[in-house]
Every structure is written in structure tokens, then in C-alpha cells.
């Protein structure tokens, strides 16, 4: 039986000269998102990523998957759709000046028409919507039972 030395292996890990080389031109996903600001929190980042909200190049990825310098990326942030492409990947994380240099944002033009066909639906919509969840109350039900005969 033969015993193979470690001695190669310890050698690497005790000599502070032999370290592995960070690249720079990748970074993971929820980490690029959160040192160029667009969310606040990498945790949050890594949740858009995992619940689908996060698209790069029109694929749904993982918070661990490594961006380039010329991906595509979509973000859905509340009711908002960001389109962005990546131009550098930071080292570090960034000013709020200074993010800006690091993606470009695609900004859709919506015409003057759309733009208050949008303002009618959001007023018509905050109207039906109930202000608490779960058990109704007395005069919702009384509301409720005019409505319907009872």
C-alpha cells in the first residue's frame, strides 16, 4: 500500500505567494447588480435572481451565474422593467456617480397617449382594491349583502 504526500497540497496553502488570481472581467450576478446600485442589498438581488426577475441575455439565471462586459440584462423592480447592459465590471463597489459609468440603461419613449391610458388604469385600480387582507369587516359585509340582495 502507498502513501501519498500532501506535501504539494500544504506547501500551496501556508506560502502567502501562491494565491489564486481574481478576475475582473466576471463577477457574479446579484453582486454586479448590487455595487452598481440597482438594488440596495445583495441579499435582495440574489432574491430577484432566484424568484425570476432577474434576465440575462433573455435567460432567467441563478444569483450565482458570472456576467461578462456586454451582457444584456433585464430587471423587473416592483412594477418596472430595466433594461441594462453591462459595460465594466467594478472592482469594488461604487458611488452613485460613479455606477452609472459601468451599465447603460435602455429607456423606452412613451408617447403622451400611453402615458395617460397608464395614469386611468392606476387610478381605476386603486379604487377595487380592499386596504386589508384576510377577515372582512362588519360594515364590508353589510356593503357585500346590499350588493348581491341578501
Request: proline share 3%; aromatic share 6%.
Amino acid at each position: 500500500m502507498r502513501i501519498h504526500s500532501n506535501a504539494s497540497i500544504n506547501t500551496m496553502a501556508k506560502n502567502p505567494a501562491i494565491k489564486k488570481e481574481k478576475k475582473t472581467d466576471e463577477m457574479r450576478i446579484d453582486k454586479w447588480l448590487k455595487s452598481v446600485r440597482i438594488f440596495k442589498k445583495r441579499e435582495d438581488a440574489a432574491n430577484a435572481c432566484n424568484l425570476g426577475r432577474v434576465k440575462v441575455n433573455e435567460q432567467t439565471v441563478k444569483a450565482g451565474r458570472l456576467i461578462v462586459a456586454g451582457d444584456k440584462i433585464n430587471v423587473k423592480q416592483s412594477k418596472d422593467y430595466r433594461k441594462l447592459t453591462v459595460l465594466q465590471i467594478p472592482v469594488r463597489g461604487l458611488s452613485a456617480k460613479d455606477a452609472k459609468d459601468f451599465y447603460h440603461e435602455e429607456v423606452p419613449e412613451i408617447s403622451e397617449e400611453s402615458k395617460q391610458l397608464m395614469q386611468m388604469q392606476q387610478e381605476a385600480e386603486k379604487g377595487t382594491k380592499r386596504k386589508f387582507k384576510g377577515r372582512p369587516t362588519k360594515k364590508e359585509r353589510r356593503d357585500w349583502g346590499k350588493f348581491h340582495g341578501l
